[in-house]
């Protein structure tokens, strides 16, 4: 059995339908991964712009924020499409309609009210309907056939950090 500081990101995945726990693991780890990189990873900024690390966990943003702000209106339609793709492999879990539904509504809204000049881009940092989708996804999965063979990690970082930077994000 791994625990929380066994998890580590993964970068691709099969793209069908978990046939043992592994392939259930790697998936989740993949859908993690690029919730995380699309809703809080503003870490890999803090080189550049330090006062970034004094942020709390809830202020961080990921790159569906920062191409919503480079790319007005254009950014946040790519976005969605990044926001889908999420959903297109949450969907490998076979999660019921209703909790697909609510996840294309948390998707429709961080697009519509991102492209919105200024008040978008905050609403972007602020509203991280990626990490929505996954704490949806989380709370399917622990009530589903994979409850036992998907390890969901319980830290507070979406992706634990490596054991020689163990510092969360503000302090």
Known sequence: ???????????????RTPKNPVEAQHL??????????????????IPIFPFLASLPSEMQFGLDSVIGAVLPGV??????????????????????????????????????VGVIPIIGDIFDVAFKANIYNLKLLEKELK??????????PQCTDWIPRSKKNTKKFGN
């Open 1 to 15: 059995m791994t625990s929380d500081s066994d998890f580590q990101p993964r970068w691709t995945c099969n793209y």
């Open 28 to 45: 989740y780890n993949h859908i993690r991964t690029v919730a995380f990189l699309l809703d809080a990873s503003s870490e890999w900024l």
């Open 75 to 112: 950014g946040d339609i790519i976005g969605m499409f990044l926001a889908f793709y999420q959903l297109f492999l949450s969907r490998l879990f076979g999660l019921p309609s209703n909790v697909i539904g609510i996840m294309i509504f948390y998707i429709l809204v961080d697009t519509f």
């Open 143 to 152: 009530r589903s056939r994979w409850a036992t063979a998907v390890i969901i």
